[in-house]
């Protein structure tokens, strides 16, 4: 997703939409977004190797960043940050300083490490599920209560931080040892006694490290505040600045949920105010039905309402049916997923032909890792799609708490992705847009493919509309070079998209960085430069890169006859890779395969000239 100007805008649009649901379901007085300032702090200054392992952001989220901060301005949210503090320090002296003064703290993260700051008067809140967040819910996933979570961590390190902990202690281990004793020192105190065993030993050897540990997770609660308190109150904010600002971001539906005209469009008469972001409204415009109650006036925190009228309910279903996320099969009590058109695209003929094709594709694509169709045979009254529901997240979200998965994990992952499109390739469909958004990792660790608004069928034009000249169906970053030069896709071009996710798990970025974004010719396409995988993760074998070099080249007759040969070879060292001097140097460096071209060219007509010159003499 990119705004007119070719930027991403997919987190950022992500974020906007939390924003919205937060700022409207909000009923307290105060609110603040709090970011990290930068990458060093003072723990760096602790343990120079705290954080020292984690990769770049990938290339097409580092311009989101900024972007993410205009929108919390745009939203007149303030905004906090401290050079040379984290965030959650920030975080817990604030809900500090909220407790001195009486106020009750709800902090929207489901991060591990704020989990520490639970307790009377301090909650959390999962932001995408909107599950709360308390000492119960603590204690069942790490088996210790909020106030010990610093301890069972300074004994289980933390991988994602680099906190060394003690080897061999997990989460388990370290919960039984905090049961027991209660406290690290307490476990220290008591390891030269406990019966010989490696748990023993690695307690005595790195008792030092878990103290270190302890010194890194445990937040601190004395951060300056850079705004005080007061400044931190809701305010509304303004309709002509936040209306201009998602309209240059390419954000219709939002502007249309929140009430708002896009500039130069006729006025759109403000909703009435429901609390202090009242003009915060999901309902559209055109179709305003009943509000829904608001909050009763003896509730400190909510907004929660007991449903008693006819009018009070139409409310209630008037926001589900803007939302467009609300399914409930009233006949089976199945969760399922409902899917409605694109409130940016309902009016283009095109994509309602792709839509409405989804779930043809569905039914026809039969494998454990594509999305299954619900189906029934109930009269429709209105334009949607129903699938099971995935219990999970995507590939997207699972590489953000993944960002250095093991080789293994990586080929199992492929591999599914794989069977699925071989699903797609033998029904003779093109997938067309995979991407990690489009993968989803269910509970179990099985991947399924969905959205299949872009597949094009074999024989059946008319159900897949040709794209526009500059359309492309599928991502940039992850679409094959053919279809930017207007020629057929074949599976060939499906396992580009899964080579680039290999490549993008392996490593944390893309193979061709942001170059692929820009090319649209076939000469700008030759001039790509695919950087090593072995240049960001050299664990991993020679071979594998090569691999992934063959399956990513942009010219599809020069990638794998077939995704199962592609997946075999990420497995088999495959003998043309295994010693890196067998592939040809105009493939391993052209700059410099071209340099010793020129230089040997040179001396030939050199010697040529001198040789015409003593045969004259």
Known sequence: MTRPDGTPVNAVFGFTNMLVRLLKDHAGNHFAVIFDAGRLTFRNRLYDGYKAQRPEPPEEL???????????????????????????????????????????????SSDKDLMQLIRPGVSMLEPMKQKPIGPAEVMEKWGVPPGKLVELQALMGD????????????????????GEFGDLEAVLAAAPAMKPSKKRDMLIAHA????????????????????????????????????????LQGFRSTLLRLGLEEPGAAPVPPPAATGPQGALDFAEPAARQPPRPAPRSDQGYGPYATVTTLAALEGWLAEATAAGVVAVDTETDALVAIKIPSIDLRDDPAYLKRFMMEEWVARRVDSPHVLKPCLHARKRNFLYVVTEYIDGQTLTQWMID????????????????????RAFHRKEMLHQDVRPDNIMIDRTGTAKIIDFGSTKITGLAETAPSAGPDE????????????FLRENGSPRSDMFSLGVITYQMLTGKLPYGAQIAKARTRSQFKKLKYRSALD?????????????????HPDPYKRYESLSEYTFDLRHPNAKYLNPSNTPLVERNPPLFWKTATVILAIFVLALLASQHGFRH
């Open 536 to 552: 960001d993760n050299n664990e991993i074998p020679a071979w594998i890169d090569g691999t992934l070099r063959r399956a990513v």
């Open 208 to 247: 030092e490290a878990a103290r270190l540990s302890r010194r890194l997770v445990e937040l601190r609660d004395d951060a300056p505040l850079p705004l005080p308190l007061a400044e931190l109150v809701v305010r509304e904010p303004d309709r002509a600045q936040l209306a201009t600002w998602l309209h």
């Open 472 to 483: 492309i169906l599928g991502t940039v970053q992850y679409t094959a070079p053919e279809y």
């Open 402 to 421: 993944n960002p250095k998965p093991d080789l293994e994990t990586v080929r199992g992952i492929v591999e599914q992705i794989a069977r699925g499109l």
């Open 159 to 178: 991988a994602v931080d680099n906190v060394p902990g003690v080897p061999g202690i997990g989460p388990k281990t370290a919960a039984q040892l905090i």
């Open 62 to 108: 580092r311009p989101q960043f900024a972007v993410v901060r205009d929108a919390t301005a745009a939203f007149g949210v303030p905004t906090i940050e401290l050079a040379d503090w984290e965030a959650d320090d920030l975080i817990a002296s604030y809900a500090l300083a909220a407790e001195a003064v009486g106020w009750r703290t709800t902090i929207v």
